[in-house]
């Protein structure tokens, strides 16, 4: 599976948008992007995924570079409850049985 | 909203004893996961089991360790004779098949969190 870049922490304001990026250079044209979250003390959570266009759900949106080379989480109005460490991963149709590899992610801490 | 559910969400145990770990998956998921995660590492995935076998397992999942689904709800992790070096929080996760094993979404459940002592 191809390998993500993401920095270990970001900060945030309450109520203000948060974009998480995220490095994934090697990326193959199958490989889609997915992000997970993790909050404290509690099991990793889907947040969104993609492969080529932009997408939108009710928790996120999903920015994906043209060359895809990169993409961005948008949290629109961070909250204290986003206050979770970020993962980016990338799945292909060949992973087989589907597993989830997980980086160090994102720590990502919302102020009030 | 349908949810994984994990039993006990705290095990202590003594060194060489035996564990198992019990997970409901979402009632129509067919694809099933094990993780763990060592206080303050990354989340390692463990194995995955689908159509009452495993699809596939990493290193960590050596012969101390076997999956089960015994009966149509429930998904087992068993580790034989514990180490040390088991305590960690164990996560089960489930995800159906309908988009494919690039776009399924795995759902966790709130973990198993492992003392050996």
């Known amino acids: 599976d191809a390998k993500t870049t993401q920095p270990n922490s970001m900060e945030s304001n309450e109520e203000e948008p948060v974009h998480l990026p995220c490095n994934h250079s090697?990326?193959?044209?199958?490989?889609?992007i997915h992000w997970y979250r993790q909050l404290p003390s509690q099991g990793p959570e889907y947040v969104i995924h993609?492969?080529?266009s932009n997408v939108n759900n009710r928790m996120a949106s999903l920015a994906i570079a043209e060359d895809r080379k990169s993409s961005t989480l948008i949290l629109h109005r961070a909250t204290l409850r986003d206050a979770a460490v970020y993962y980016c991963i990338l799945r292909d149709s060949y992973n087989q049985g589907g597993k989830l590899i997980f980086g160090q992610g994102t720590e990502l801490s919302v102020k009030p | 909203e349908p949810e994984v559910t994990q039993t006990p969400s705290h095990q202590v145990t003594q060194m060489g004893q035996e564990v198992i770990l019990r997970c409901v998956p979402i009632s129509n998921h067919l694809y099933f996961y094990w993780y763990r995660q060592i206080l303050g590492q990354k989340v390692e995935f463990l194995v995955s089991f689908y159509n009452n076998e495993i699809s596939e397992k990493s290193e960590i999942f050596d012969d101390q360790f076997s999956v089960e689904r015994p009966d149509g709800s429930n998904f087992t992790l068993k580790i034989r004779s514990t180490k040390l070096e088991d305590s960690a929080m164990y996560f089960c996760?489930?995800?159906?098949?309908?988009?494919?094993?690039?776009?399924?979404?795995?759902?966790f459940g709130a973990g198993t969190r492992l003392s050996v002592l």
């Open positions: 993609g492969l080529t």
């Open positions: 090697t990326i193959s044209g199958t490989d889609y």
């Open positions: 996760a489930s995800s159906d098949v309908v988009q494919g094993l690039a776009k399924n979404i795995q759902y």
